[in-house]
T-cell receptor
Framework: SQQGEEDPQALSIQEGENATMNCSYK?????LQWYRQNSGRGLVHLIL?????REKHSGRLRVTLDTSKKSSSLLITASRAADTASYFC????????????FGQGTRLTINP | NAGVTQTPKFQVLKTGQSMTLQCAQD?????MYWYRQDPGMGLRLIYY???????DKGEVPNGYNVSRLNKREFSLRLESAAPSQTSVYFC????????????FGPGTRLTVT
C-alpha cells in the first residue's frame, strides 16, 4: 500500500521559478522524508522532518509538515536545470523497525 | 567509501530461471532493505533486515527470498522468475534504530521474458 499520495504527478516550470510539491499520508508517522531520483539512478535523501517539527530548511529546500492534516510540502526555490528529477515523499512509521512507505512521486522538469 | 553497491546492473531472465541480486554497504550500517520500483510508481518494500541475523517481510515478499550474509551484505533471490517480477530493484541501508535516512544503491534493472 502506498501511504503517501503526491500532487502533482508532474510539474514543468521555467528555470528560476519556485517548485512546490505536496504529499498526503494516512497514518501517524515518526517522521517524513523527501528523496530525489534522477532518471535511471537510485534515490538520494534530501531532508527529514520529524513529527514534532513544522518547518525545516536545507539550502534551497523548504519542507513543511502539518500532522493535523497529514500532509507535507516540499518547496524548491530558484530552480535550476539540475533540479530536474522525480521527488518522492516517504513516511516513517517506526514500529520495532524502521520501514519507509513511499509515495508515487512528482516528476519535476525545469525548462531552461 | 563506495556507499551501497549492487550487482548486476542489468539482467534478463527467462520465466522460471533463478538468480540472486547482490548488495553490499561499507558504511557499517545495521539495517538493510530491498525495494522494487515499477514504472511510474514509488518504491515498495520487499524484505528488510533490521540487524545482522534478522530478516522480515515487507509489503511485497512473494516470490523472493533474502539472506543477510553478514553486516555488509544482503542478497535477494528469485527462485523461479516470473514476468511480473520485471522491475528495477534497489537496495538501501540505514545506520541503526532511530530517525535516520536511508542510503540507496544504483539499482538493478531486471527483465523477465
Amino acid at each position: 500500500s502506498q501511504q503517501g499520495e503526491e500532487d502533482p504527478q508532474a510539474l514543468s516550470i521555467q528555470e528560476g521559478e519556485n517548485a512546490t510539491m505536496n504529499c498526503s499520508y494516512k497514518t501517524s508517522i515518526n517522521n517524513l522524508q523527501w528523496y530525489r531520483q534522477n532518471s535511471g539512478r537510485g534515490l538520494v535523501h534530501l531532508i527529514l522532518i520529524r513529527s514534532n517539527e513544522r518547518e525545516k530548511h536545507s539550502g534551497r529546500l523548504r519542507v513543511t509538515l502539518d500532522t493535523s492534516k497529514k500532509s507535507s510540502s516540499l518547496l524548491i526555490t530558484a530552480s535550476r536545470a539540475a533540479d530536474t528529477a522525480s521527488y518522492f515523499c516517504a513516511t516513517d512509521t517506526y514500529q520495532g523497525a524502521q520501514k519507509l512507505v513511499f509515495g508515487q512521486g512528482t516528476r519535476l522538469t525545469i525548462n531552461p | 567509501n563506495a556507499g551501497v553497491t549492487q550487482t548486476p546492473k542489468f539482467q534478463v531472465l527467462k520465466t522460471g530461471q533463478s538468480m540472486t541480486l547482490q548488495c553490499a554497504q561499507d558504511m557499517n550500517h545495521n539495517s538493510m532493505y530491498w525495494y522494487r520500483q515499477d514504472p511510474g510508481m514509488g518504491l515498495r518494500l520487499i524484505y528488510y533486515s533490521a540487524s545482522e541475523g534478522t530478516t522480515d517481510k515487507g509489503e511485497v515478499p512473494n516470490g523472493y527470498n533474502v539472506s543477510r550474509l553478514n553486516k555488509r551484505e544482503f542478497s535477494l533471490r528469485l527462485e523461479s522468475a516470473a514476468p511480473s517480477q520485471t522491475s528495477v530493484y534497489f537496495c538501501a541501508s540505514r545506520r541503526t534504530s532511530g530517525q535516520y535516512e536511508q542510503y540507496f544503491g544504483p539499482g538493478t534493472r531486471l527483465t523477465v521474458t
